[in-house]
Nanobody, 125 residues
Framework: VQLQASGGGLVQAGGSLRLSCAAS????????VGWFRQTPGKEREFVAA????????YYADSVKGRFTISRDDAKNAVHLQMDSLEPEDTAVYYC???????????????????WGLGTQVTVSS
């Protein structure tokens, strides 16, 4: 499956952005789709994930209550609604997918087989 992330940009602190991860080649049915972010010199960090079939969602503590991950059946896409953005949210955001992920591995980037190119999110103070 090929992944395409979009929706990044520059926003002021307190603002919102919506990222999208679209799949081509096959449907997301049966996959876990995750969002990770990375800043220079740091490891890739888990943000959120959704199990497509069960709609089960997972969030990093740092984004709980501010970010919402959801699936879009019509577009075969996963969206990450980011509200109340903070300068600390500035990073390159990547979407990822895996078909055989177990729950305990959801937050581990090495567990995902498929990755899209990143999209830059910059939050100014």
């Amino acid at each position: 499956v090929q992944l395409q992330a979009s929706g990044g940009g520059l926003v002021q602190a307190g603002g919102s952005l919506r990222l999208s991860c679209a799949a081509s080649g096959r449907t997301f049915r049966g996959y876990t789709v995750g969002w990770f972010r990375q800043t220079p010199g740091k490891e890739r960090e888990f943000v959120a994930a959704i199990r497509w079939n069960l709609r089960t969602t997972y969030y990093a503590d740092s984004v709980k209550g501010r970010f919402t991950i959801s699936r879009d059946d019509a577009k075969n896409a996963v969206h990450l609604q980011m509200d109340s953005l903070e300068p600390e949210d500035t990073a390159v955001y990547y979407c990822s997918a895996d078909q055989h992920l177990i729950t305990s591995s959801t937050m581990m980037p090495d567990s995902y087989d498929y990755w899209g190119l990143g999209t830059q999110v910059t939050v100014s103070s």
